[in-house]
């Protein structure tokens, strides 16, 4: 089955840190770009960052509120992508949600996980 | 950073009847290599993942009904659904993915009036 299948999330205070993990299937990992994604609550889609493929130099970008505390990184051995998330600040909270991102957009989004960053 | 506009806010339709939403990018998103631009639409429930509705401006995701349809180029665009059904009550975002870093509209949300 072709999924993208989220763990992690929880509550974390501010300056703390987190990892979210996305396991992907049914899906050639090697060639896939993965992305990361998250809404805030009441809020709308805010895109986060991404990782390129392992031939591309596993090229990362991010968006700006979360560059320098947020890495993204991937194993193509089991399929998976990690969000690591550094400093959390409280505007940080918000479900996140792993996708792949192709030329046609992201046909396929993970169920998303919350992250509460609160004192 | 490209800046997507969506119009309007909120909208409420009758079931059956017609709705327009709208998008407007604050620059081209026209790949001239493929002549595609690099727009999507999402549609989004609560409690639920996004789910892609139409990409290339104008194409069709697999599984999507017929109803949903989407015109546009360059940088204004257009998603019209031609018969509205109680399923469709969502939020929509569009979101160029022409340029890094991709950037969503700020969403309609779409209501039964």
């Known amino acids: 089955e072709v999924q993208l299948v989220q763990s992690g999330g929880g509550l974390v205070k501010p300056g703390g840190s987190f990892r979210l993990s996305c396991a992907a299937s049914g899906i050639t990992f090697t060639n896939a770009w993965m992305t990361w994604v998250r809404q805030a609550p009441g809020k709308g889609l805010e895109w986060v960052g991404r990782i390129k493929t392992k031939t591309e130099g596993e090229a990362r970008d991010y968006a700006a509120p979360v560059k320098g505390r947020f890495t993204i990184s991937r194993d193509d051995s089991e399929s998976m992508v990690y969000l690591q998330m550094n400093s959390l600040k409280t505007e940080d909270t918000a479900v996140y949600y792993c996708?792949?991102?192709?030329?046609?957009?992201?046909?396929?989004w993970g169920q998303g996980t919350l992250v509460i960053v609160s004192s | 950073d490209i800046v997507m506009t969506q119009s309007p806010d909120s909208l409420a339709v009758s079931l059956g009847e017609r709705a327009t939403l709208n998008c407007k990018s604050s620059q081209p998103v026209l790949h001239s290599s493929n002549n595609k631009n690099f727009l999507a639409w999402y549609q989004k429930k609560p409690g639920q993942p996004p789910k892609l509705l139409i990409y290339w401006a104008s194409a069709r995701d697999s599984g999507v009904p017929d109803r949903f349809s989407a015109s546009g180029s360059g940088t204004d665009f257009t998603l019209t659904i031609s018969s509205l059904q109680a399923e469709d009550v969502a939020v929509y975002y569009c979101?160029?993915?022409?340029?890094?870093?991709?950037?969503f509209g700020q969403g309609t949300k779409l209501e039964i009036k």
């Open positions: 996708t792949l991102e192709l030329d046609r957009g992201s046909p396929l």
């Open positions: 979101q160029q993915y022409f340029r890094t870093p991709p950037s």
